[in-house]
């Protein structure tokens, strides 16, 4: 199981197979993905939900460095939103809890 965001991450072609194989990588471990509008990198309320799944969640995967982890955020952010993936739906659940009023896309129902 997982979302139409991260559906649509895996069938995208990012350019060349390189590219592809990485995404798939990256995202593969947190199938749960959804955009959300977290603010600038500076904004409180960015930092809020970083430290929200730290504490819950645990740290950060980082799959290309062999990180294992329950959520991650996107590396970047663009205009205030931000990809983040979470390894089950009971994970994005919790996080829809407290944030969903932040979703942009793929909302679970």
């Not at 139409?4 to 990485?22: M, S, V």
């Not at 749960?32 to 799944?53: A, D, H, K, L």
């Amino acid at each position: 199981m997982n979302t139409a965001l991260f559906q649509r991450t895996l069938a995208y072609d990012h350019g060349d197979k390189e590219r592809n194989y990485l995404m798939q990588k990256v995202w593969s471990v947190t199938p749960f993905m959804i955009n959300v509008r977290t603010g600038s990198i500076n904004s409180e309320t960015y930092r809020e939900i970083m430290q929200f799944c730290r504490v819950l969640f645990g740290p950060d995967a980082w799959p290309i460095h062999g990180r294992p982890g329950r959520w991650q955020s996107g590396s970047a952010t663009v205009y205030g939103e931000t990809f983040m993936g979470f390894e089950d739906a009971g994970a994005l659940a919790i996080f829809m809890g407290r944030f969903g009023h932040l979703v942009i896309e793929d909302k679970p129902e």
